[in-house]
């Protein structure tokens, strides 16, 4: 997993961010996929392909800005099969929609990078087979698992949390770190990498209640 090699930064201690991203499972179908006339760029900057716009507006998932937290927009992405609230100063910085390896990078003014992944594991798999996979995955690419398995959740999917340690070839040599949450429902099996700095201070809302609002349908 190539992506496991490009991380940027350093974190706070592993359980910081996964203790506060733990939260109740919503229930329910799935509601009705955005309607095409819905489409349009809501980034300003990174590596947009004109013809195709990786994001539609998801107006369910509006919310408004806060003491702690700004203005967030409701977005689907992965035609329709994940959906969440970002703030709306994020920009886009890579997409690629091929299929069985979907992935979206963002970019947040609070210095942190915000990535999914779709993951190929079967559905019916076990949360042991997913994990293990995962970490065979993580060993392969040169990482070192700090902390694993962390009990979290989305606003409808499970999930563990890892800290990843990854070296980085450059002169001088260094390492990097990034959470890492491996998010499933009945449907499909997900991977949320959020890359950040030492402090997060300033941003950990922001983290939290992005990934709390990820919805997988």
Same mark, same amino acid.
């Not at 990097?176 to 990498?193: P, W």
């Given at each position: 997993?190539?992506?496991?090699?490009?991380?940027?930064?350093?974190?706070? @201690?592993?359980?910081?961010?996964?203790?506060?991203?733990?939260?109740? /499972?919503?229930?329910? *179908?799935?509601?009705?996929?955005?309607?095409?006339?819905?489409?349009?760029?809501?980034?300003?900057? *990174?590596?947009?392909?004109?013809?195709?716009? !990786?994001? %539609?507006?998801? @107006?369910?998932?509006? %919310?408004?800005?806060?003491?702690?937290?700004?203005?967030?927009?409701? /977005?689907?992405?992965?035609?329709?099969?994940? %959906?969440?609230?970002? @703030?709306?100063? !994020?920009?886009?910085?890579?997409?690629?929609?091929?299929?069985?390896?979907?992935?979206?990078?963002?970019?947040?003014? %609070?210095?942190?990078?915000?990535?999914? +992944?779709?993951?190929?594991?079967?559905?019916?798999?076990? !949360?042991? $087979?997913?994990?293990?996979? +995962? $970490?065979?995955?993580?060993?392969?690419?040169? *990482? $070192? =698992?700090?902390?694993?398995? /962390?009990?979290?959740?989305?606003?409808?999917?499970?999930?563990?949390?890892?800290?990843?340690?990854?070296?980085?070839?450059?002169?001088?040599?260094?390492?990097?770190?990034?959470?890492?949450?491996? =998010?499933?429902?009945?449907?499909?099996?997900?991977?949320?990498? =959020?890359?950040?700095?030492?402090?997060?201070?300033?941003? =950990?809302?922001?983290?939290?209640?992005?990934?709390?609002?990820?919805?997988?349908?």
């Amino acid at each position: 997993m190539s992506y496991l090699g490009s991380r940027i930064g350093r974190v706070v @201690p592993a359980l910081a961010l996964s203790a506060v991203a733990v939260t109740t /499972v919503a229930c329910g *179908g799935s509601p009705t996929a955005p309607e095409r006339d819905q489409v349009y760029y809501l980034h300003e900057r *990174g590596v947009i392909d004109e013809r195709y716009s !990786w994001e %539609r507006y998801f @107006p369910p998932l509006d %919310r408004d800005e806060t003491s702690r937290m700004p203005r967030r927009v409701g /977005v689907a992405i992965f035609d329709g099969d994940v %959906r969440f609230s970002r @703030p709306i100063d !994020w920009y886009l910085r890579t997409a690629d929609y091929t299929a069985e390896a979907r992935k979206i990078s963002y970019q947040s003014p %609070r210095q942190f990078v915000f990535n999914i +992944y779709e993951r190929t594991d079967p559905p019916q798999a076990t !949360w042991e $087979e997913v994990l293990k996979r +995962y $970490e065979e995955d993580v060993a392969k690419s040169g *990482g $070192e =698992i700090i902390a694993k398995r /962390v009990p979290t959740a989305t606003a409808n999917a499970q999930g563990r949390s890892y800290l990843v340690k990854t070296p980085v070839e450059a002169k001088p040599a260094f390492q990097t770190f990034a959470h890492e949450i491996i =998010i499933r429902n009945g449907t499909r099996v997900m991977l949320v990498q =959020i890359i950040h700095d030492e402090s997060v201070e300033t941003s =950990i809302d922001e983290m939290t209640q992005t990934l709390k609002s990820l919805r997988i349908y």
